[in-house]
T-cell receptor
């Protein structure tokens, strides 16, 4: 699976949009971009995934650049409960294994 | 559904003792995963099952670790004998068809070996 690069930490004011970037310049054609988050003392939580089109669900939006070398997770109206570590994971399906390489992620702090 | 259920939430044991961690996956999920999280190494996959059969245990650190899944609704991770370096948070996760739509993780078991 392609390697990902994320900033170690970010801040966001409550109510504002949180835009979390991820670089995956070596991504290949059959690899998906997944986002998970881990709130303190909890298990990781699946947020969203995409291949090349932008995706949106009740939690977030995922914007993938046309060349697929980077993506941005958008939390449109961040709340204090969105404070967590966010992991961007590239995963090739179905031929890659099932180990999710979580890396170090981005620690997002939402402030009042 | 109550989600993935792990027990106990916290376990403190003495070095050399046997420890058993338990997991109940989401009903209908056909994949079950055991992960370990430490500050130094982050989240690591230990083993996973498909339809109750162990598929890949290459992440199990050594023979002191063993995992079973006797049926679709129950799995255990056993450490015997336990050592202080086994102290970590152990997560169980389950998914449908390999996790294309994501894995669901339990709340974890925090293990402390003294």
């Amino acid at each position: 699976d392609a390697k990902t690069t994320q900033p170690p930490s970010m801040d966001c004011a409550e109510g504002r949009a949180a835009n979390l970037p991820c670089n995956h310049s070596t991504i290949s054609g059959n690899e998906y971009v997944y986002w998970y988050r881990q709130i303190h003392s909890q298990g990781p939580q699946y947020i969203i995934h995409g291949l090349k089109n932008n995706e949106t669900n009740e939690m977030a939006s995922l914007i993938i650049t046309e060349d697929r070398k980077s993506s941005t997770l958008i939390l449109p109206h961040a709340t204090l409960r969105d404070t967590a570590v966010y992991y961007c994971i590239v995963r090739g399906l179905p031929n890659s294994g099932y180990a999710l390489n979580f890396g170090k992620g981005t620690s997002l702090l939402v402030t009042p | 559904d109550a989600g993935v259920i792990q027990s106990p939430r916290h376990e403190v044991t003495e070095m050399g003792q046997e420890v058993t961690l338990r997991c109940k996956p989401i009903s209908g999920h056909d994949y079950l995963f055991w992960y370990r999280q430490t500050m130094m190494r982050g989240l690591e996959l230990l083993i996973y099952f498909n339809n109750n059969v162990p598929i890949d245990d290459s992440g199990m650190p050594e023979d002191r670790f063993s995992a079973k899944m006797p049926n679709a609704s129950f799995s255990t991770l056993k450490i015997q004998p336990s050592e202080p370096r086994d102290s970590a948070v152990y997560f169980c996760a389950s998914s449908l068809s390999g996790g294309f739509y994501g894995y669901t993780f339990g709340s974890g078991t925090r293990l402390t070996v003294v």
